[in-house]
């Protein structure tokens, strides 16, 4: 009864901001202020979501992963358990073009239709799209997600640890090939490799932990690229992708 009465409570408060599209912000214990429109809401209803966290063991070394939410890694940003549109840090979630906000089944120059407006924007913004209306994090999960710039990735590479892991070793545990990544704080989040998305069919999936940054390189030889963040089993490598293909995003959250 107790948990009707919250729940109704809730949907009564919620009812004017849907009205007058003002903004539901959720408060976490953490401090941080996650903010959400809503004119965007149907309706409010509340689910476990599990553990927070799960421990792995390499060899002689434990490692507790965040599952979900924005993790400290003691960095100027917080960095996602997950990527965006999965339902836990072990799976690729959705694939994106550069630019794009949408998954979709084909990654071809030929689908990636909005080319021109997406480089013209970052052409005019320093070349960056993180927060921007072509931002997948943003648009996907709201005000203060961001797909990483070059700086937030460089950060995370200087200032963690990095410990590649393979499924083989418990595929019950560790159902993907990856990068553990701990900051100095102790805190770890889990980078899963799954390549990227040519065409239609997976490319480089289970070597390569790859991810969309938001800078933009521009016109190549080989078409439009963006950097992108891409780790492997000997170490770390920061490169290029063409935009018209699709890789997932990790997100950072800036409040």
Not at 20 to 48: C, M, P, R, W
Request: charge should be negative; include cysteine.
């Amino acid at each position: 009864r107790k948990m009707k009465k919250i729940y109704l409570a809730i949907l009564i408060a919620l009812a004017p901001l849907a009205v007058s599209a003002q903004s539901v912000n959720v408060h976490l214990k953490d401090g941080t202020v996650i903010e959400y429109d809503a004119s965007k809401f149907d309706y409010v209803d509340f689910t476990g979501v599990g553990p927070a966290d799960t421990t792995i063991t390499v060899g002689d070394k434990s490692y507790t992963i965040a599952l979900h939410g924005a993790v400290d890694l003691g960095l100027s940003v917080k960095w996602a358990a997950r990527n965006v549109g999965a339902t836990n840090p072990w799976v690729s979630g959705d694939y994106f073009a550069w630019g794009e906000t949408s998954p979709k089944t084909t990654y071809s120059d030929d689908t990636y239709t909005n080319a021109t407006a997406i480089a013209d924007y970052a052409q005019e913004n320093g070349g960056d799209i993180a927060g921007s209306e072509y931002d997948a994090a943003t648009v996907n999960l709201g005000d203060g997600w961001q797909t990483p710039n070059e700086v937030q990735a460089q950060e995370l590479l200087d200032n963690c640890t990095l410990t590649w892991v393979e499924n083989t070793y418990d595929s019950t545990i560790l159902p993907a090939n990856g990068m553990i990544v701990t900051g100095k704080n102790g805190n770890s989040i889990f980078l899963p490799a799954h390549g990227q998305m040519r065409n239609s069919s997976p490319f480089n999936d289970e070597y390569y932990a790859s991810f969309w940054l938001s800078n933009f390189i521009g016109d190549t030889d080989y078409g439009a690229q963006a950097q992108i963040l891409q780790l492997y089993s000997d170490g770390q490598w920061g490169s290029n992708g063409i935009c018209s293909r699709g890789y997932p995003v990790r997100p950072v959250y800036t409040k």
